[in-house]
């Protein structure tokens, strides 16, 4: 039970030039399913917490460590109505997947607010700022899956929780399975996947300059995991 989402583009964590990724009182479902819902429909508005689900105090058996290294958090903002870019340079985490039995999987995501990057220093303090992210207080953002429900073929829904800012919201996205393969450099078995999805900034309290910036903010997460050490191939 175990998956490491390869390139996982889960436009979920971040935010930038004042982004936040936010899941409001009307957050959004990221581009979902085949099970009925619309895609982006806004998600029924719920009441935020200020705190954090309890994180995993060990990874449980068989799960697959993410690789930072070939993992990505990346985040889209509209900037006086033009596209923005940015991501987040660090990524840690576990996933368990097996998608003959996707109902036990788990995936635990962190990534630390200070880690955001839009090649220009200047904005990137702005960002770690409390106007944004307050990363000396908020050091990272947490997703915390609840239940992995099969769709169709590779896709399945991820529900469970994003905190941001101290603030948690339910979060559901869809996401493909990438599946399982060898890495030859790195000597070790890897899974991946990818997903995406819309949120409201401002939900998390993340709402800096919104005469500049979007409320919604798109997240694209991809992710690679790698087997356990002491795991056999395959």
């Known amino acids: 039970m175990q998956i490491a989402l390869s390139r996982l583009r889960i436009l979920v964590t ?21 099970d009925g819902s619309q895609p982006n429909a806004p998600a029924a508005p ?21 690789d930072p290294v070939h993992s990505s958090a990346v985040f889209r903002i509209k900037h006086l109505g033009t596209d923005f870019y940015g991501r987040f340079d660090q990524m840690d985490g576990y996933v368990l997947f097996d998608p003959r039995n996707p109902g036990g999987g788990e995936i635990f995501v962190t990534i630390p607010t200070a880690s955001v ?62 599946g399982e393969s060898f890495d030859p450099f790195m000597e070790t078995m890897k899974k991946s996947g990818s997903a995406e999805f819309t949120i409201s900034r401002s939900a998390f309290g993340v709402d800096g300059t919104p005469s500049l910036l979007s409320d919604e903010v798109d997240v694209l997460l991809g992710i690679e995991a790698k087997a356990p050490e002491g795991a056999s191939e395959g």
């Open 14 to 34: 971040a935010a930038a030039a004042g982004l936040a990724v936010s899941c409001a009182s009307g957050a959004r479902y990221a581009k979902t399913t085949g």
């Open 46 to 66: 719920s009441p935020a917490t200020a705190l954090d689900p309890a994180p995993p105090e060990n990874p449980p058996a068989g799960a697959f460590p993410i």
């Open 117 to 178: 990057d839009t090649d220009k220093e200047a904005r990137d303090e702005h960002l770690r700022s409390p106007d944004y992210f307050a990363a000396d207080e908020y050091d990272e953002m947490r997703f915390v899956s609840s239940e992995i429900t099969p769709l169709s073929g590779d896709r399945y829904r991820v529900d469970g929780d994003l905190t941001i800012r101290g603030v948690t919201r339910p979060l559901s996205t869809e996401f493909t399975y990438g």
